[in-house]
């Protein structure tokens, strides 16, 4: 067994079928999310397809190969089209098919409004504490709303006649359990929120903010990442709608129904980071890893995340940027490797940071740079898990310097890949992560300084130090099953307890809606 490694027992994906069944006997699953677990694409004469990477299709997926079911989520592959009936379902994983994936077709202007509009150019930098960047228009919301109808009409359509529990996710899809509960109020409905919720003077900003709280409440469960998000919801359903809020419970009352709000503080699929960063040949790619981007004999740095401005990637250049002007010891001993795969690349917000971005980069390099050390290389792509759980590995410290972020599942995978137990986390104190990772070193992206001074530190720390701290850490993680049993446990108790309740009519969310166009 590796020095440091993880020896508790945790759910695995052979469980998850398990878990549900306990949960919800005989019921159907549903699980709708904007993003589709596998895209079909053309490349050259063939359509391929790809399993987009990410936590939550590597806990859903096992989840619904086990006890099959159906994913509804938006066709966006150029030949998803080609491989579907013409209901829009192709079953899946392609290879060995055990499920139903149901596309949902967006227009361009569909996808405009509902997507890069609404979902991430006002919900997600407002839930993100960036009011400036938000763009409220008419006709976002708009395709918003009728979006989340065409979602919520599929779900309806394949729950026809029977139990069925429905698990929604994240910010793309606030509306469509009101139209849902208001089509089928029998069924068990939950939702699970990927990012932050801000406090009430946030939240309020929004002039939609009755219609997204209605529509979340219309759930049996509401799911989000610390009690502090919790706190805020509840707060903002207290103040906005009035609902009868038990904050000690986690319930709100509001129409006569009854929906549970709690913490799960979402995870990764640790035994397969560690077993990917612990493979054969694992430790000859690390030697490579560390030969061509790492100073001989000194230490290397790295960064994953996505090309988003909620990730604090400027603030971490500059702290670099300051530790080799204060501390020039540093120059030529220690180098970073910055992964930023492009993200949103559509909106204005996320090309002004990924110039700026390269900017900085490149004038670290040009300042810094010797002909033998270059302290930055900006890595602008996608790579496959098994590879970051190398760079991982490799890597004498990992630098995550959110500025908001409802977890961050990168912190998690780079402690997950340190089976040797060497290496130092600095995690910015406003990721959700930190609330767990509690052997971290702390960093506060808003203070170059400071944070500077921690990197310092980090590159200092003595061997056994760096050890505790990672087996702290180590010990802590729990897997993204675990997360999926404690889900579906709370949820399966307060749904069979919400059978029979009346249904969340709401005015607003009824209006030109799932009633006609179920008819
Ligand atoms: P994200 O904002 O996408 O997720 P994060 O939690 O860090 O942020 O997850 C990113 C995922 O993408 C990680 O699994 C990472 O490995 C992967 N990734 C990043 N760069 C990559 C690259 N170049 N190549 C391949 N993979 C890469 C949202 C919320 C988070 C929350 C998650 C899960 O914003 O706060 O943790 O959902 O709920």
């Not at 609404?118 to 407002?126: I, S």
């Not at 930023?340 to 002004?352: H, K, L, Q």
């Not at 996608?382 to 912190?411: H, K, T």
Request: aromatic letters at 10%; a neutral charge; charged letters at 25%.
């Amino acid at each position: 067994m590796a020095a440091g490694s993880l020896q508790r027992t945790r759910l695995g994906p052979s469980d998850a079928g398990e878990l549900f069944r306990a949960a919800f006997p005989g019921s159907r699953l549903v699980v709708v999310s904007n993003r589709e677990p596998y895209e079909h694409r053309r490349r050259g004469g063939e359509i391929v397809s790809s399993r987009p990477a990410g936590g939550i299709t590597s806990a859903l997926d096992p989840l619904l190969q086990a006890v099959g079911g159906v994913w509804i989520a938006w066709g966006s592959g150029n030949a998803d089209a080609e491989v579907t009936d013409p209901g829009g379902r192709v079953r899946v994983p392609p290879e060995a098919p055990r499920y139903t994936l149901r596309r949902i077709w967006l227009n361009r202007s569909e996808v405009r409004h509902y997507y890069l509009g609404f979902a991430n150019q006002f919900l997600w930098p407002l839930f993100h504490l960036r009011p400036s960047l938000t763009r409220v228009r008419t006709a976002d919301w708009e395709h918003y709303r009728r979006v989340n109808q065409r979602f919520a009409e599929a779900v309806v359509e394949e729950t026809q006649g029977g139990d069925a529990a429905v698990w929604f996710h994240d910010y793309h899809l606030v509306l469509a359990p009101a139209y849902v509960r208001a089509a089928s109020p029998g069924l068990a409905l939950a939702h699970f929120w990927h990012i932050p919720w801000p406090p009430l003077d946030v939240f309020r900003i929004a002039p939609q903010a009755v219609e997204l709280l209605e529509g979340l409440l219309a759930n049996d469960l509401v799911g989000l990442h610390l009690p502090q998000f919790v706190e805020n919801f509840l707060r903002c359903a207290q103040e906005i709608l009035g609902a009868e809020v038990d904050l000690e419970r986690g319930t709100a009352v509001h129409r006569g129904r009854v929906c549970h709000v709690r913490s799960f503080p979402i995870s990764i699929d640790v035994d397969a980071f560690e077993r990917a960063a612990g493979r054969e040949g694992a430790e000859e790619a690390c030697a490579r890893v560390r030969a061509r981007y790492a100073p001989r004999s000194g230490q290397l740095g790295i960064g994953v995340d996505r090309m988003d401005y909620s990730k604090g990637l400027p603030e971490k250049l500059k702290a670099l940027d300051l530790l080799w002007e204060r501390y020039p010891e540093f120059r030529e001993r220690f180098s970073f490797v910055q992964i930023a795969v492009p993200s949103r690349t559509n909106i204005g917000a996320y090309d002004e940071l990924t110039h700026e971005v390269e900017r900085l980069v490149w004038e670290i390099n040009d300042r810094w740079g010797t002909l033998r050390w270059r302290p930055v290389r900006l890595i602008k792509r996608a790579l496959p898990p098994e590879r970051l759980a190398i760079l991982y590995r490799a890597a004498d410290l990992c630098i995550v310097s959110s500025l908001q972020d409802g977890m961050n599942l990168v912190a998690k995978e780079f402690v997950a890949s340190k089976r040797d137990g060497q290496g130092v986390l600095l995690l910015s104190q406003f990721a959700g992560a930190a609330e767990e990772l509690r052997g971290a070193l702390e960093v506060n992206p808003y203070a170059p300084e400071d944070f500077a001074q921690r990197i310092r530190e980090a590159l200092l720390l003595p061997a056994e130090e760096r050890r505790a701290r990672m087996l702290r850490m180590r010990r802590s993680l729990r897997s993204i099953y675990d997360w999926l049993g404690d889900v579906l446990r709370v949820w399966g108790s307060v749904a069979d307890g919400a059978a029979g309740q009346s249904p969340a009519g709401s005015p607003a969310l009824d209006a030109p809606g799932i009633g006609g166009l179920m008819a």
